[in-house]
Antibody, heavy 125, light 109 residues
C-alpha cells in the first residue's frame, strides 16, 4: 500500500537547521507531488510547501520563503524538508503528504492522501 | 489570500447524535477545491472528503460533505465513539497553493 515513513524526532538549538526525510513506498515516487505541513503543539495545520519529485520543482508558502528547502533523492524514493535558522516557534510536528489530483466537477483539484506519521522537531536552548 | 473559518470551535455531542461542522471561505471558491480531514490525538490527519462531497476510499457513509461558493458543511449522521476528533477543512488554490481552516473539535458530551 502507499506509505510515507518519516525520520525520527529531532532536538535542535536556536539558529540551527533540521532536515527531515520522508520515504515513499507502494507507488512510483515521481508520480505525485510531496507536500509538507507542520503543526505546533495544540495548534492547527500549516502548509509549508510542495515539491514535484520528477522535475524537482518546488513552491513555498510565503511565510517560509528563504528558510525552507525541499529536495528529493529519486534513487531511494525519499523527499526531504530542511528548515534553517530555527527558533522556538518552529517547535512542531512536521508531516509530509502525497498530493493526489483529479478532475472533480470538471475542475482540476488536489488533496493530501496519505500522510506520513509525522516528525517532532523541538527547538530549545 | 482566502481565509477559512471553521465553526464551532468545539462541538460537544453524545454518540449517536448528528454533527454538523461548518467551513466558511472569505471569498467564493470552486467547490472542487474543498477537502475535509479528520485528526485524532497523536495521529496524522486522515482524508475524509475531497471535492467538497466525494468520500475517500474506506470512509463510512455516515460522513458526508456539501456546500458551495463560500459555505461548506461536513455532516456526521450518527456519531460513533471513534469519530470524536478534530476536523479540518482545506482549500486548494493558487497562492498559497493550500490553506487550512483552524479546525473543529468534536468532543464527547
Amino acid at each position: 500500500q502507499v506509505q510515507l515513513v518519516q525520520s525520527g524526532a529531532e532536538v535542535k538549538k536556536p539558529g540551527a537547521s533540521v532536515k527531515v526525510s520522508c520515504k515513499a513506498s507502494g507507488y512510483t515516487f515521481i508520480s505525485y507531488d510531496i507536500n509538507w505541513v507542520r503543526q505546533a503543539p495544540g495548534q492547527g495545520l500549516e502548509w509549508m510547501g510542495w515539491m514535484n519529485p520528477y522535475s524537482g520543482n518546488t513552491g513555498y508558502a510565503q511565510k517560509f520563503q528563504g528558510r525552507v528547502t525541499l529536495t528529493r533523492n529519486t534513487s531511494v524514493s525519499t523527499a526531504y524538508m530542511e528548515l534553517s535558522s530555527l527558533r522556538s516557534e518552529d517547535t512542531a510536528v512536521y508531516y509530509c503528504a502525497i498530493a493526489r489530483r483529479d478532475t472533480v466537477l470538471m475542475v482540476y483539484t488536489e488533496w493530501f492522501d496519505p500522510w506520513g506519521q509525522g516528525t517532532l522537531v523541538t527547538v530549545s536552548s | 489570500e482566502i481565509v477559512l473559518t471553521q465553526s464551532p470551535g468545539t462541538l460537544s455531542l453524545s454518540p449517536g447524535e448528528r454533527a454538523t461542522l461548518s467551513c466558511r471561505a472569505s471569498q467564493s471558491v470552486r467547490t472542487s477545491y474543498l477537502t475535509w480531514y479528520q485528526q485524532k490525538p497523536g495521529q496524522a490527519p486522515r482524508l475524509l472528503i475531497y471535492g467538497a462531497s466525494s468520500r475517500a476510499t474506506g470512509i463510512p457513509d455516515r460522513f458526508s460533505g456539501s456546500g458551495s461558493v463560500t459555505d461548506f458543511t461536513l455532516t456526521i449522521s450518527r456519531l460513533e465513539p471513534e469519530d470524536f476528533a478534530v476536523y479540518y477543512c482545506q482549500l486548494y488554490g493558487s497562492s498559497p497553493r493550500f490553506t487550512f481552516g483552524p479546525g473543529t473539535k468534536v468532543e464527547i458530551k
